[in-house]
């Protein structure tokens, strides 16, 4: 489990079909906070989380097949949490 960011969005004109009617968002991890050197990362939103959030990032694809209904080895990261 990571705490990130959410930066952005992702807008697609074709997913996999597990994918569809999902939320793809942008995270960033905030160990360094504005540091380049911390890595992006895209991840399906299971909580309805916004640019700005701050968010706990499941990478355990059971944690993330429970949040979000998808049960597959596609979907590495999830958003499970956001935090106030």
């Known amino acids: 489990m990571r705490v990130c960011k959410v ?24 160990e360094g906070r504005n540091d380049p050197t ?6 399906i939103d ?8 701050q968010v706990m990032v499941s990478e355990s694809g059971i944690a993330g097949g429970q949040v979000t209904g998808v049960k597959a080895p596609a979907v590495r990261s999830v958003i499970v949490g956001i935090i106030d």
């Open 7 to 30: 930066i952005g969005h992702v807008v697609t004109t074709a997913k996999h079909p597990i994918l569809a009617g999902r939320t793809i968002l942008v995270v960033s991890g905030l």
């Open 38 to 43: 911390v890595p992006m990362q895209l991840a």
């Open 46 to 53: 299971g909580v309805g989380a916004g640019i700005g959030s």
